[in-house]
């Protein structure tokens, strides 16, 4: 008499192969956990802004640094660049001054006109404008003034709200990550944290690189084209908004080894894919820097610049992890059989 056959044996998944994180959601539910995700970004942002807010008057000081800094009213202490460079832009900026105040313009140190005399307590007095710095701009006034009842007060709100993005950024990102979460596995659980920490770190590092770096010698060039006729009088709006521009858009694009760390982690990108889309990817990288920087070329070079050396010291890292992890690329493999042979 045979036997019933028993039912085939139910295998058990690989480790590899594991459940996704939260499961299947309906529409509805995707809709209630982005609201909460929305909710709690918006909160750690809020607060961080308030606490920003709060000493806005040293954050206010320290933005003002940069601009002290580059018109040489004080020296900077660290990472002073701008000295090194101001012999070259002052070579640049006499070549280029003809064409935009024409060919009288001459040298604007060798026209200086007495300013004016200060007529109230208040006022600034003019012996006060000049800077004792030797790699000071040969400017005329170059000072910040705010032009409007509010201007003052909205500077320092746009001030708060920045430094709000700075602070709460490991907030927003993490929500940001849970709101993706329930898609991913588990194994790509792991790299919530080092990638959180890692975006952090950069998105400061490209703050501090605007601040110490481009923003200094920014002011330093563009002080540079007062006129004996049209004093290089600021307006201290103009000027916070466009630092603050550059500041947060030089610490968004300090996050592109991230993203292409990421996807390599996850196996979205390989080296070749980097190497196959570099013509492409230059000129986005222009593109992207004249979109997020003020319309002048000089911020978008000083932006695209460490946009390449970034993308290319990404693709190296890349490539160094897939050799760690025993990863060859079939052209890589054949390119380099051919060099063997």
Not at 301 to 316: D, F, H, K, V
Request: hydrophobic share 45%.
């Amino acid at each position: 008499m045979a036997l019933p056959k028993l039912p085939p044996r139910r295998e058990e998944p690989p480790e590899d192969e594991e459940e996704e994180l939260g499961g299947a959601m309906t529409f509805i539910e995707h809709l209630e956990e982005l609201r909460e995700r929305l909710i709690k970004s918006l909160l750690g942002f809020g607060f961080a802004t308030i606490l920003c807010l709060c000493i806005s008057g040293t954050l206010f000081d320290l933005l003002k640094k940069p601009y002290d800094w580059g018109i040489g009213k004080e020296r900077q202490p660290i990472l002073n660049i701008k000295d090194a460079l101001a012999p070259h832009l002052d070579r640049f900026a006499e070549r280029i001054r003809p064409y935009f105040f024409g060919s009288d313009a001459g040298n604007p140190a060798e026209k200086k006109m007495p300013l004016p005399i200060a007529e109230t307590p208040t006022a600034q007095p003019a012996s006060s404008l000049k800077s004792e710095s030797p790699n000071a701009t040969d400017g005329f006034t170059n000072i910040l003034a705010y032009h409007s009842m509010f201007e003052a007060f909205m500077v320092r709100m746009k001030i708060s709200i920045v430094g709000g993005i700075f602070l709460a950024f490991p907030i927003l990102f993490y929500q940001a990550w849970r709101f993706v979460a329930p898609g991913l596995y588990k194994r790509e659980k792991r790299f919530i944290f080092p990638t959180m920490i890692s975006a952090w770190f950069c998105f400061i590092l490209g703050g501090l690189f605007a601040y110490f770096f481009v923003l200094p010698i920014m002011v330093y060039f563009f002080a540079g084209f007062s006129t004996p006729d049209i004093p290089g009088i600021w307006s201290m709006d103009t000027y916070f908004t466009n630092s603050l521009h550059i500041t947060l858009a030089f610490g968004i694009v300090f996050e592109e080894p991230v993203i292409i760390m990421l996807l390599a982690f996850v196996g979205l990108v390989r080296y070749r894919h980097l190497k196959k889309w570099r013509p492409y990817v230059f000129v986005g990288i222009f593109v992207v820097a004249a979109v997020i920087t003020p319309p002048d070329p000089f911020s978008q070079t000083m932006c695209a610049i460490p946009l390449l050396i970034l993308y290319e010291g990404s693709a190296q890292c890349v490539r160094i992890y897939q050799r760690a992890r025993g990863i060859v690329d079939e052209e890589e493999k054949e390119s380099e059989e051919e060099a063997t042979t």
